[in-house]
């Protein structure tokens, strides 16, 4: 079912078009890294924080610095993401190392999800357990989105 679901979109004239395209899908790439930066780089600054590094920086300041950061990041990285499956759905959709990747994402996802839930009911003990679980697993998803141009 999901090859076919890839070949239909591998049949589309978006498809088609950004195949075509020496530039759109290096430029669309290149857009998706900076969007993991601002991702990943935010969730490392504030889980960090979180652990007791820049303890003279007050942490909502890097909560809210870094959730705008992400929040933007996130964006950027949804769409340049559809894109460059779009571009190559048969070899991406496919990919066992991309579905683990979006697993991945997923479990960060309700990770954040969790803590917050538990920040706003009080229970700050559980922040290290996150912040660790946090740092994993956004590690784990940037080995996993490099290993799918080599799986």
Do not use: C
Not at 122 to 128: E, I, Q, R, T, Y
Not at 141 to 146: K, N, P, Y
Request: net charge positive; glycine share 10%.
């Amino acid at each position: 079912m999901l090859g076919e679901v890839a070949a239909k979109i591998g049949a589309s004239s978006l498809s088609q078009g950004l195949q075509a395209s020496t530039w759109i899908y290096p430029i669309t790439e290149s857009l998706h890294i900076l969007g993991i930066t601002l991702v990943v780089g935010g969730a490392f600054v504030f889980d960090l924080r979180l652990l007791g590094v820049g303890k003279a920086v007050p942490l909502e300041t890097v909560a809210n610095l870094n959730l705008r950061m992400s929040r933007r990041g996130f964006l950027l990285v949804v769409v340049t993401g559809v894109l460059l499956i779009v571009a190559n759905p048969e070899e991406i959709l496919l990919n066992r190392t991309f579905q683990i990747k979006m697993l991945l994402i997923l479990f960060a996802l309700i990770n954040l999800g969790i803590y917050h839930w538990r920040v706003h009911q009080g229970l700050h003990s559980w922040a290290v357990a996150h912040s660790l679980l946090s740092l994993g697993l956004w590690t784990a998803v940037i080995f996993a989105g490099r290993l799918i141009a080599y799986t």
